[in-house]
């Protein structure tokens, strides 16, 4: 489904967000990426979803390589990636029946697309999704009028709704209250489930990456510290992972923080047990 | 003690502010502008006789019948112009603006002809507003002879360059991430178009288009100086004639016109927000 060979991606300024990584994942695989803040869990989802290009190593996508591909067919290779992001990228105006319904929109020929633009087409599909979200009734209403969490919600939304082979989320419950998130990780994983899809998430709450994902990737410093079934996981190597750069480190500052861009960025202190 | 971080970009904005009034200092003095010179009695003299022949508006029967069709026509132009000139600037702007490229994501395949396709319609938008309109009109007119058909090609072609250059820069000034995500699941760029970028783009681009029409309005004043009809050649009439009076009632449609867009650009972003 996804196999990426000795990745590395070197960012514009300079920084090296990733190194050598190697990924396999296979169809209906559950795998949670974890790792400090900084340590390259984005840019390594983004490279998955063909929407960064490493500056070394292979990258395969259900049997393809997307980079060379012809433009028409990475498009259509991109329609059977879903993504899910960090911050939802729904335009303040945007009705969450069309932000929904835009997941399907690789699928859709582009008048279809319009015309749904105008009097959305699949206001079924579009209300189930939300459903399995607890977000039903707010169908109609404008993504402005949502919370955080709810913004996030439809994010994902979108993506039952596109129902793809392969499904990445950024942090997909980082807005949202523990039932909710709890909640929305099951309904992620019964839509791979359902689908057969591989599903690979990065997570900042451990208890949730232990409960809801077979295999545990942990990152750092833009390596792949382990890669191990979640029974052989130890709290041992969770504290490496997250331990300080050094025991005088700073604490690093609580302002927003984008990943992959800070790869040495000093970690915070381990708090293993988030929630 | 140490001293505070120096900001990276300081030395950049100081240098940008030095630089320009070093260049607006010599373009005052090369316009022979002279602010003096407004104020000077003889001046105040000659601009008050001047106006003073604009009172009162000239309203009988014949001239406001005149004015009607005049109007009419200036509208009708200002209108089928912009109509045009839309037409030509979507697909040019869709080319052009970087927020709906598909070969900027990775970057992927085809980013270099891509870029020069870019270049190119940016060079095409570039030419069509590089003329301006009273030119083309001037040209027309030959072509249609008198009359407000010379003015409506006028403005396509130099409204639709403007149009066209703003339209792919007011794309890019909005929160691209919208697009830039639906293109990467693979969505084609006039669906990116609709679902990313309008939602937050249509306000701006739709009071960015009213204020053009607005400006077609008035730019077919200058035009119908070359004979491309509506108010323009009415106002050189009467121009000629020294008519105040009806200068000064076409003055007032004017007024009122520009009044007219500004309330349909207001009406439309409340639609709109």
Redesign the interface.
């Known amino acids: 489904m996804l196999d990426l060979r000795g990745i590395s991606l070197i960012h514009p300024n300079g920084q090296q967000a990733l190194d050598g990584v190697d990924l396999r994942v296979a169809a209906g695989e559950r795998l949670a990426v974890i790792g400090p803040s900084g340590a390259g869990k984005t840019t390594l989802l983004r490279i998955a ?5 490493p500056t070394q190593g292979d990258v395969q996508v259900m049997g393809e390589a997307p ?5 028409r067919r ?10 899910v ?1 960090q ?1 939802p ?6 009705r969450v029946v ?2 929904v319904l ?2 399907r ?4 020929p ?1 008048w279809r ?2 015309a749904s ?1 105008l009097h959305p087409v699949d206001r079924i599909g579009a209300q189930a999704a939300l459903a399995r979200l607890d977000m039903a009734e707010r169908l109609f209403d404008r993504c402005d009028r949502l919370s955080g969490g709810q913004l996030q919600r439809v994010g994902i939304a979108r993506v039952l709704y ?1 129902a ?1 082979a392969l499904i990445l989320a950024d942090e997909p419950v980082s807005a949202l209250d523990p039932a909710s998130a709890d909640a929305t990780l099951r309904e992620l994983v019964a839509q791979a489930e359902r689908s057969g899809a591989a599903l690979v998430a990065s997570l900042h709450a451990l208890d949730l990456a232990l409960r809801w994902f077979d295999r545990i990737v942990g990152v750092r410093g833009g390596r792949v510290a382990f890669d191990l079934p979640r029974a052989q996981v130890s709290e041992a190597m969770l504290q490496r992972l997250y331990a300080g750069d050094s025991a005088a480190a700073a604490p690093a500052p609580t302002g927003a923080e984008e990943e992959g861009t800070a790869a040495t960025a000093p970690a915070r202190a381990p708090q293993l047990m988030c929630r | 003690m140490t001293a505070p971080p120096r900001d990276p970009q300081a030395r950049g904005r100081l240098t940008a502010l030095v630089l320009a009034l070093a260049l607006l200092w010599p373009a005052l003095h090369i316009a022979q502008f002279n602010p003096a010179a407004l104020f000077d009695t003889t001046s105040l003299r000659v601009m008050g006789g001047f106006l003073a022949g604009f009172v009162p508006p000239a309203l009988d029967r014949a001239f406001l019948h005149l004015l009607a069709q005049a109007t009419i026509e200036t509208l009708a132009m200002a209108t089928a112009g912009l109509a045009l000139a839309f037409v030509l600037a979507v697909p040019l702007a869709l080319v052009v603006t970087r927020a709906l490229s598909v070969s900027r994501i990775g970057p992927g395949p085809g980013r270099g002809p891509a870029a020069l396709l870019r270049a190119g319609a940016r060079l095409v938008l570039t030419v069509l507003r590089a003329c301006p309109e009273v030119v083309w009109a001037l040209l027309f007119v030959r072509a249609f002879g008198l009359g407000p058909a010379a003015g409506v090609l006028a403005l396509a072609i130099t409204y639709g360059g403007m149009l066209g250059k703003v339209y792919a820069e007011i794309l890019e000034s909005v929160d691209t991430r919208p697009a830039r995500a639906l293109l990467e699941s693979g969505s084609s760029r006039l669906a990116a178009l609709g679902y990313g970028l309008l939602p937050a783009a249509a306000q701006e681009l739709a009071s960015y288009t009213v204020y053009r029409w607005e400006c077609a309005v008035r730019a077919s004043v200058v035009m119908g100086f070359v004979g491309a009809g509506g108010l323009g050649q009415l106002m050189d009439q009467s121009m000629k004639m020294l008519n105040g009076g009806e200068a000064s009632a076409i003055l007032i449609v004017f007024l009122l016109l520009v009044l007219l867009a500004d309330g349909i650009s207001a009406l439309l972003r409340k639609v709109l927000a």
Not at chain 1, 49 to 53: A, H, Q, V, Y
Not at chain 1, 89 to 94: D, F, Q
Not at chain 1, 105 to 108: E, I, R, T
């Open positions: 979803g063909l929407s960064l290009r980079w060379r591909l012809p433009a990475l498009r259509a290779l991109r329609a059977r990636i879903g993504m992001h911050a990228p729904l335009p303040p105006r945007l069309s932000a835009a997941g929109l690789g699928q859709w582009t697309a319009l633009l596109q793809p």
